[in-house]
């Protein structure tokens, strides 16, 4: 009799956990998404395009040309971790353009305005996967099209997909060049989790696992579970930093990178990311690739940075073969490579280090 009790006990807890427990941070509530209209400006003209990911998921993409008509070089350019591309972005493409260099600049799957679901689906070999699917696309649609020369790509990330555009240019020797800023390479000790929290990613982990596991079966009968993605030290945050604005403290807004964010940010955002993420994340090492990258590398980096920590990239210069990387170091935080006063002189110098790389 106990042990009948135990299992319907045991039965109804799974039920539980798998179909109604909430772990305080919700699902995700995604925005439609209209196609960008082409734009015309003094640098060049901007397009939405569509390509596909390796599943077929759609991705969508802001194709930038430069004014003159030429095939030429292509900068393809992704978000970090849960970013989209109209976070500050878009002034990076916009001056390569101006520099006579063709963007495109495109959402990972479940992010912006690509689709994909469950949306905030972080999974670093999809987003280098992802990377692919651009090449193959320029290297193919647009080079046909005569937008580009398929021989000049160039591979842009920044943060996490900073990681990831270094594993995707090991892995494709199309790419005549990457620029990696602020780029993922480790995990820096301070940002481990421990104690509950460590204990709580592993449980909503292995918990939202489950839950993808039952709903290839029965679609659509778990909801995903996630955690949050950003937080200020202390908190309960993926990645901790002094510049991110507080989950507690409203007032505490963060950098000028947050508070300049346009709203809402295409496809709807939320600090969050699927618990998944983490089941995968510790086989993600951009710094075991680097050395196999063929082509001229050039690493931005933030002296004062407390999320990606300078030591880092500064292993990442040493471990790359001898003589193909640049490093180049800022006097600033990790955000503040994305806005003035850092900005520009950060964009000009990729973009003389991408003309060297392909020769243009």
Known sequence: MYLIALVCALAALLVYLLFFFDNGFGGFRRLAVTPRQAEQRPDGRLETVYFPAEDGTRLEGWLIQPSNDAPGPLVIMAPGLTGTKDAHLEPFAWHFAARGLAVLLFDFRCFGGSDG????????????????????????????????????LVLWGSSFSGGSALVAAAQSPEVAAVVAQCPYIETPPEQVPTGRAHARYIFWTVLDLARSAVNRLLPGWCPPLYMPAFGSPGELAFASSAENPSRKDPERRGAR???????????????????????????????????????????????HDDLI????????????????????????????????????????NQSAFIRRAVQS
Request: aromatic content about 12%; overall charge negative.
């Open 257 to 303: 990178f947050w508070q300049r964010m346009p709203e809402p940010l295409r496809g709807g955002w939320e600090n969050k990311l699927l618990a998944r993420f983490l089941a995968d994340f510790d086989r993600f090492k951009p710094l075991d690739s680097i050395n196999a990258v063929a082509c001229p590398i050039l690493l931005v980096a933030a002296e």
């Open 117 to 152: 679901e469950p949306r905030h689906w972080v999974d670093p070999f999809r987003h280098v996967a992802d990377y692919r699917s651009a090449i193959d696309y320029a290297t193919s649609d647009l080079a046909r099209r005569g937008v580009v020369d398929p021989g000049r």
């Open 309 to 348: 920590p300078l030591r880092y990239i500064e292993r990442a210069h040493e471990a790359a073969a001898p003589g193909s990387c640049e490093l180049a170091v800022f006097p600033c935080r990790h955000f503040d490579l994305y806005l003035e006063p850092i900005q520009q002189e950060n964009a000009e």
